[in-house]
């Protein structure tokens, strides 16, 4: 069995499937062609025996001929080897630029479409739990608590104004930065993850969010999530990952390019692009009826291109899907888990890490894993909490809640350094010099660095997300494109 659960032999079905002929006559080409020496000099060996049988008189070669032969054979197999492997790689060079060139790097525009979904799950799982917990710190939240003081009109006030200027900061077109500081959000993950777009070569957003971006790998270090060591097992997955996206969006570039070509060629014009057969009800547009049998000329190559890459059912196609996407988005729960104290220890409303995991297709193995990791995380939070109130009281009020936040992610995040320290289990009835010599220092940081701590605390929030919207939408999309799921209509 494979990571997914699946046999084998389907998942080599599904490689075989992004396998094309011309994929298949330029690697027997490129084989010819390096090898074409060792056959020259195969051949000369023969010669050279045929020359010896002639002198012997025994049926052989001349010298003319023992000369001649490998030249021809080394010559053929050279020149021809040389063809093979130029010509599939000239068509598929032609139609990877086609298929650009006619917009398949615009399905970014797909994902733009869906702004409103989009600001939704993200106030729904990220931006909620910031403004309930300001709301009860007693601050200011976007300007909802002079429209309604009670708690809960409070936050329906503040989701109003998170949704009406998250859409002003979408259309905006300011430096990030500027952004965040005149809207009061930090929009930068979001902004860049739509900038990639669906099936294309270009959504590689969040892999390199993960890698590089400052905040996220400041969050990883303090999580014990950087470096080679720290990352060791997770190299398969990724390099896995890697070789399907590059895979996929290859074929699915190849496919569409082909299938521009013969659409506009039959109509004589150049009005059908990668939208045209990528995007869900697009077949169903004004332009597109001046065409006869335009309709079902698109809908027959997107069903076609869809079920060639992806395979015959919505369940195959998941688990396709899940071979590029898998790693993203359990990288980012890893990260989560071990960055996010609230999220690991089930604190968070509407949140549990393990129920994500499982949502993401994780194996079993991370998903036990990850669950005796919640639990350890969890009963060491409570003697967290029980240490705070004895030696650190007045965090506990409720105008310090982000600052006791920020205390929780530090002591999450260090509790392996901390056993270290004090030679095993953390106790809840360590003495105050213990606390002071070992906790303190820590605890005392973290609060006075609270708005760090926050910073990174969304910033985790924010990837982990994205990544599950990525693959929640890339399902929707590949559903409404050719296995009749009528879940998402028509963007506009």
């Not at 720290?230 to 070789?243: D, E, I």
């Amino acid at each position: 069995m494979t990571r997914d659960g699946r046999k084998t032999r389907a998942v080599l079905g599904d490689l075989a499937r992004l396998v094309a002929p011309m994929d298949v006559l330029y690697q027997v080409g490129n084989l010819i062609y390096r090898r074409s020496l060792r056959y020259t000099l195969l051949t000369a060996g023969i010669a050279v025996i045929g020359v010896l049988a002639d002198l012997l008189n025994l049926p052989g070669l001349t010298i003319g001929q023992a000369i001649m032969l490998p030249l021809i054979v080394g010559g053929v197999a050279f020149v021809g080897g040389f063809t093979m492997k130029l010509i599939p790689r000239m068509i598929s060079t032609r139609l990877l630029t086609v298929a650009q060139a006619c917009g398949l790097n615009l399905m970014e525009d797909y994902r733009k479409s869906a702004a409103g979904e989009h600001i939704e799950a993200l106030w729904e799982r990220v931006f909620v739990h910031e403004c309930r917990l300001r709301l009860d710190a007693g601050l200011d939240v976007m300007g909802a608590r002079d429209d309604a003081p009670s708690g809960g009109e409070a936050l329906a006030s503040a989701r109003k104004r998170f949704v009406t200027r998250a859409r002003r900061a979408l259309a905006s077109h300011l430096p990030q930065t500027r952004q965040m500081h005149q809207t009061g959000l930090d929009l930068r993950y979001f902004e860049d993850w739509r900038d990639g777009a669906y099936l294309d070569r270009s959504d590689t957003k969040l892999v390199e969010q993960f890698t590089g971006n400052l905040t996220l790998l400041a969050a990883r270090r303090q999580a014990g999530l950087a470096g080679p060591g720290a990352m060791t097992r997770f190299w398969p997955a990724r390099l896995a990952g890697r070789f399907w996206f590059f895979v996929i969006t290859r074929c699915v570039a190849i496919e569409v390019g082909q299938a521009i070509e013969r659409l506009n060629r039959r109509y004589d014009t150049d009005m059908f692009g990668a939208q045209s057969l990528l995007w869900p009800g697009e077949e169903d547009q004004a332009w597109l009826a001046e065409f006869d049998g335009g309709r079902e000329a698109v809908l027959d190559h997107r069903r076609r291109i869809v079920k060639r890459i992806f395979g015959p059912d919505l369940q195959t196609a998941h688990a396709v899907l899940d071979h590029m996407l898998r790693c993203p988005i359990i990288l980012a729960g890893e990260l989560r888990i071990r960055y996010d104290a609230e999220y690991c220890c089930g604190r968070l409303h509407g949140c549990d890490a393990v129920a994500d995991l499982k949502a993401a297709g994780a194996v079993s193995r991370d998903v036990r894993s990850a669950e005796r990791f919640a639990e350890s995380a969890a009963r060491d939070m409570d003697v967290f909490d029980r240490l705070i109130t004895l030696h650190r009281g007045g965090l506990l009020q409720p105008d310090r809640a982000l600052a006791c936040r920020a205390v929780r992610i530090a002591l999450h995040t260090g509790r392996k350094k901390l056993r270290r320290a004090l030679g095993g289990d953390i106790r809840p009835d360590m003495s105050a010099e213990q606390f002071e010599r070992h906790l303190a220092p820590l605890v005392d940081a973290a609060a006075d660095d609270a708005r760090t701590y926050t910073h990174r605390l969304v910033a985790v929030r924010m990837h982990h997300e994205l990544a599950r919207l990525a693959r929640e939408d890339y399902r929707k999309l590949i559903a409404a494109l050719a296995y009749d799921d009528p879940q998402p209509g028509p963007r506009s």
